[in-house]
């Protein structure tokens, strides 16, 4: 699998998601063996997030990456009103402890909140400077965002992006190619849904030799 620069550190392309996860204890079986089984294809860099299931989702990676932490990529997501100097710090180190590890490589803003941009990045430098985070970026910010925002430090920025999702080639994605920061998509399949059933997707699917997700993905 193709692999990419973030945030200092090569990743694959693909990544493995975890929203919905940590929702129903019945499911939790499933879904760790799900991401052990990624992880053995070579999808190293999990996604997840305090808002999942409420740190259910957390807690189901920590399990499924439980004697894997070294083969991981790990990024979570700070709620906006944790997004304080001190609020930061709590989170993460709940995070933390849901994980069973003692650092996430990256960590997202998940989105604006009331709190200042300028309060945020610094509770998490200092997270960085205390190794518990390896670095720190934002998510569903767009172009003003950013602009406000106006950090070198920041090295992603996660966002709804899709065949049927194309906003944000607009204006985000052209000034974060020429900014050199990572455009991070998230609901790359547009969840699944009618989207792998679009006539033209299918036709190049099947000349491909290829499955309609593989083929978005590919996109």
């Known amino acids: 699998m193709r692999r990419i620069e973030l945030a200092g550190t090569q990743v694959p392309v693909i990544g493995q998601g975890t929203w919905r996860m940590g929702e129903d204890e019945r499911q939790r079986t499933r879904e760790v063996a799900a991401l ?32 894997r932490r070294d083969e991981v990529f790990l990024v979570s997501k700070v709620y906006p009103h944790n997004a304080s ?5 709590a989170a993460c180190e709940r995070s933390l402890k849901r994980l069973g590890c003692e650092r996430i490589d990256l960590y997202l803003l998940h989105w604006r909140g009331r709190y200042p941009l300028a309060e945020t990045v ?12 390896g670095a720190w970026g934002v998510s569903n910010f767009d172009l003003d965002d950013l602009l406000e925002l106006d950090q070198p430090a920041c090295r992603t920025n996660q966002v709804l992006y899709n065949l049927e999702a194309r906003g ?13 920061m990572p455009l991070m998509a998230y609901c790359p399949l547009s969840q699944a849904g009618a989207l792998l059933h679009e006539p033209v997707l299918r036709q190049v699917a099947e000349r491909h ?11």
Do not use: C
């Open 168 to 180: 944000v080639e607009y204006d985000l994605l052209p000034w974060q190619q020429r900014a050199g």
């Open 122 to 133: 610094e509770g998490f430098e200092r997270l960085r400077e205390q190794g518990k985070i």
């Open 36 to 67: 052990r089984e990624g992880l053995d294809l070579g999808l190293s860099l999990i996604d997840t997030a305090e808002m999942y299931g409420e740190g259910g989702a957390e807690q189901v990676v920590g399990e499924a990456i439980a004697g």
């Open 85 to 89: 100097v001190e609020g930061v710090q």
């Open 209 to 219: 030799g290829a499955a309609p997700a593989q083929i978005a993905l590919a996109w």
